[in-house]
């Protein structure tokens, strides 16, 4: 009879020994498991938006300011940097042509503690690989590319001695696909995704993620000869898997999930923001 006793209350504290270890560890994991309610806020966080004058660059750096960034609207065309920030992306616009190195170099010195980097500048020049002048080229080439590695150098040091940051790069569904008339481009394009999968590989120990971000057809003004043309805009629209044109503020989901802790373990991706442009083959739908 002792004996069983003795079995039954050795038993009775085991369980409930195992049950205070289950609570801690609830406890513990709930501890540790972020707010997600505020998993896309950017409070206390300093960005950089690069072509925040129009199109995507106005539209990213408005969202992160709606999320708690601190903007920084910097664009070769003061005036449509202070327009932005005065629609309520941040305090400063700053003037800053990125095809200058050195002007890029002492930005990045200027602008102290940068947590975000946007870039969205770019060109084109649409003809034909054989029609294309050696100026042309390295005119897409360096805002393009050559721009590109001056930014990521130059604000990537930064981020790399503090520890943190994101550097979010505009790339193309380009990138991936061409047409006749967009060679020069897409290999701007292709190059800027590999740059910045390069210095995702390089800097993510130190607590650096670098992402790119493809669009598909925007309605910017880099775009604005193809939607001249009513022949020319609809067959770009009906290549989408949705039909049509995106907006510029379509795309800002992407760039405050790639800046903010959503996507803490994310780097080294292209995330395509393309309304399905690159899962159709061709643009004609047969019969069915």
């Not at 009775?12 to 806020?41: C, I, K, M, N």
């Not at 890029?104 to 940068?114: E, M, N, Q, T």
């Amino acid at each position: 009879m002792n004996e069983a006793t003795e079995t039954t209350v050795s038993a009775d504290v085991t369980a409930v020994a195992g049950t205070t270890g289950e609570s801690d560890g609830r406890d513990q994991a709930a501890a540790a498991r972020p707010d997600y309610a505020r998993l896309f806020r950017l409070d206390g966080r300093r960005a950089v938006v690069i072509g925040a004058g129009s199109g995507i660059g106005r539209e990213s750096a408005l969202a992160l300011a709606a999320h708690g960034a601190d903007v920084v609207c910097a664009d070769r065309n003061l005036e449509a940097a202070k327009e932005t920030a005065a629609l309520g992306a941040g305090t400063e616009a700053y003037e800053l042509d990125v095809t200058d190195a050195d002007a890029v170099a002492r930005a990045a010195d200027d602008l102290g503690d940068v947590d975000v980097l946007v870039f969205t500048a770019a060109t084109n020049v649409r003809k034909r690989v054989l029609d294309y002048t050696a100026e042309e080229f390295d005119r897409v080439v360096g805002l393009n590319l050559r721009s590109s590695f001056e930014l990521v150098r130059a604000f990537g040091a930064g981020m790399a001695e503090r520890g943190r940051g994101s550097i979010v790069g505009f790339s193309s569904i380009r990138a991936v696909t061409v047409e006749p008339g967009q060679g020069v481009y897409a290999a701007t394009k292709a190059g800027l995704v590999q740059l910045l999968r390069a210095a995702a590989v390089e800097l993510g120990q130190q607590g650096v993620r670098v992402n790119a971000i493809a669009p598909g057809i925007v309605d910017t003004p880099l775009t604005a000869q193809i939607r001249a043309v009513p022949e020319w805009s609809q067959a770009y629209a009906s290549k989408s898997a949705l039909g049509r044109w995106s907006r510029p503020d379509e795309l800002v989901g992407a760039v405050v999930y790639l800046a903010s802790d959503a996507s803490s373990f994310v780097t080294g991706s292209q995330l395509f923001v393309d309304g399905g442009w690159t899962v159709i083959d061709g643009r004609y739908t047969p019969p069915m």
